[in-house]
């Protein structure tokens, strides 16, 4: 059983900042892609950034020079810090990870989600 559990969510105000992590466990082998992904209310899910298990990233425009996404392989943990925080950032964060799992199963899992709330 693998297990994606976020942590660091919260109400921030406007131009304040978070990190958010995302901690994976259980019967894993390697991890590929992992990813922080965020749905608004009313809105579909959308990628915020990705991070390669060589540590290569992508960002969606909206979050470009604000967030950074991070990874530590040994701990299977993946961050995300995110500066300059807006009102258009509320969302519900989740945590992604392209595995692989015994004996040769890969497959995307997700995590349960963190909520993240900006105030003006």
């Known amino acids: 059983q693998v297990q994606l559990v976020e942590s660091g969510g919260g109400l921030v105000q406007e131009g304040g900042s978070l990190r958010l992590s995302c901690a994976a466990s259980?019967?894993?082998?390697?991890?590929?892609?992992m990813g922080w992904y965020r749905q608004a209310p009313g809105k579909q899910r959308e990628l915020v950034a990705r991070?390669?298990?060589?540590?290569?990233?992508t960002y969606a425009d909206s979050v470009k020079g604000r967030f950074t996404i991070s990874r530590d392989n040994a701990k299977k943990t993946m961050y995300l810090q995110m500066n300059n925080l807006k009102p258009e950032d509320t969302a519900v964060y989740y945590c992604?990870?392209?595995?692989?799992?015994?004996?040769?199963?890969?497959?995307?899992?997700w995590g349960q989600g963190t909520q993240v709330t900006v105030s003006s």
């Open positions: 992604n990870a392209e595995l692989w799992t015994p004996p040769s199963t890969f497959y995307g899992a």
């Open positions: 991070v390669t298990s060589g540590s290569q990233t």
């Open positions: 259980g019967s894993i082998l390697s991890i590929n892609d």
